[in-house]
């Protein structure tokens, strides 16, 4: 089916285990996007990708680690999980980013998101 | 510190009135703010963006105003149904460097 979609969509985890959340989307889109969101919190970028091999921090970047060799995938790796990284993960794409007035923008599609439990 | 505020409280509505839902934000000065739509356990889905030298959108049953002096955004649902319930989000550009940052959502409740 096209679209974005995330694996899994329930995990599991212990303390300073490696984890792996999938992000696969089949528009081709140049952008892509990992946020958390936890209660009470909008929202918070972990890192995102203008193209196949460049990505960049966002706001909450550390503990977390991501690739891009490919258009359609962007897997996000928790080297060594924490409780604190509990949570649900959104995986985002996007056609182009907006750059303020006369430039083109694309809205953000999500997939249906990841919820993480590290114990 | 650049901040965004939507009410934290679930806003409750009788079926068939407008909801209007508040975005306020601080020490920012985007050039867009786009709202979403987020049902429990999925994604937000996209609804509206708004640019800064544009005062009002609107989209069906929706209307969405934008109050750069004011520093503050509205979104309305006219003619709210019970299908309208979920919680809606904020986001605004950031112009330095195209990220978008999130508001925490406003729950919105349609009563029948």
């Known amino acids: 089916d096209a679209g974005i979609t995330q694996s899994p969509r329930y995990k599991i985890t212990e303390t300073g285990r490696q984890v792996t959340l999938m992000c696969h989307q089949t528009w081709s889109h140049s952008y892509m996007f990992w946020y958390r969101q936890d209660l009470g919190h909008g929202l918070r970028l972990i890192y995102y990708s203008a193209a196949a091999d460049i990505t960049d921090k966002g706001e909450v970047p550390d503990g977390y680690v991501v690739s891009r060799s490919k258009t359609e995938n962007f897997p996000l790796t928790l080297e060594s999980a924490t409780r604190s990284q509990t949570s649900v993960y959104f995986c985002?794409?996007?056609?182009?980013?907006?750059?303020?007035?006369?430039?083109?923008?694309?809205?953000?599609?999500f997939g249906p998101g990841t919820r993480l439990t590290v114990l | 510190s650049q901040k965004i505020e939507q009410n934290s409280e679930a806003l409750n509505i009788q079926e068939g009135k407008t909801a209007t839902l508040t975005c306020n934000y601080t020490n920012y000065s985007p050039a867009y703010l786009q709202w979403y739509r987020q049902d429990p356990g999925r994604g937000p889905v996209f609804l509206l963006l708004i640019r800064e030298n544009e005062k009002e959108k609107r989209k069906e049953r929706l209307k969405v105003t934008f109050d750069t002096t004011l520093k503050q955004s509205l979104f309305h649902i006219t003619a709210s149904q019970p299908a309208d319930s979920a919680t809606y989000l904020c986001a605004l550009d950031q112009s330095s460097n195209y990220q978008l940052i999130w508001g925490a959502g406003t729950k919105l409740i349609i009563k029948p």
């Open positions: 985002a794409s996007s056609e182009s980013l907006a750059g303020g007035l006369g430039s083109s923008y694309n809205e953000q599609f």
